[in-house]
């Protein structure tokens, strides 16, 4: 699945567009490396993502095209957050 859609499936971002823009921005990290909008990501993968003066890295857990909002926080778990 494409970062941008897992971060708007998960509400770790709300809207889809604000994802990209993060992601195009250089604010969003797959394991250590910058991501593009349309890097794939797949369970086990860590991601870090840049808030203004705060970040959020987070372990995939599962991956799931359609989420309602009480499911959304099962797709990932946070490690740490700044």
Same mark, same amino acid.
């Given at each position: 699945?494409? !970062?941008?859609?897992?971060?708007?499936?998960?509400?770790?971002?709300?809207?889809?567009?604000?994802?990209?823009?993060?992601?195009?921005?250089?604010?969003?990290? /797959?394991?250590?490396?910058?991501?593009?909008?349309?890097?794939?990501?797949?369970?086990?993968? /860590?991601?870090?993502?840049?808030?203004?003066?705060?970040?959020?890295?987070?372990?995939?857990?599962? !991956?799931?095209?359609?989420?309602?909002?009480?499911?959304?926080?099962?797709?990932?778990? /946070?490690?740490?957050?700044?």
């Amino acid at each position: 699945m494409r !970062i941008d859609k897992f971060l708007k499936n998960s509400r770790i971002i709300k809207r889809r567009t604000v994802a990209k823009d993060a992601c195009d921005g250089g604010r969003v990290k /797959i394991n250590d490396k910058t991501a593009k909008a349309g890097d794939e990501v797949t369970i086990g993968d /860590i991601i870090e993502v840049q808030f203004g003066n705060r970040s959020q890295k987070v372990r995939v857990v599962d !991956i799931k095209d359609n989420v309602q909002k009480k499911g959304a926080e099962d797709l990932y778990e /946070i490690l740490s957050e700044d």
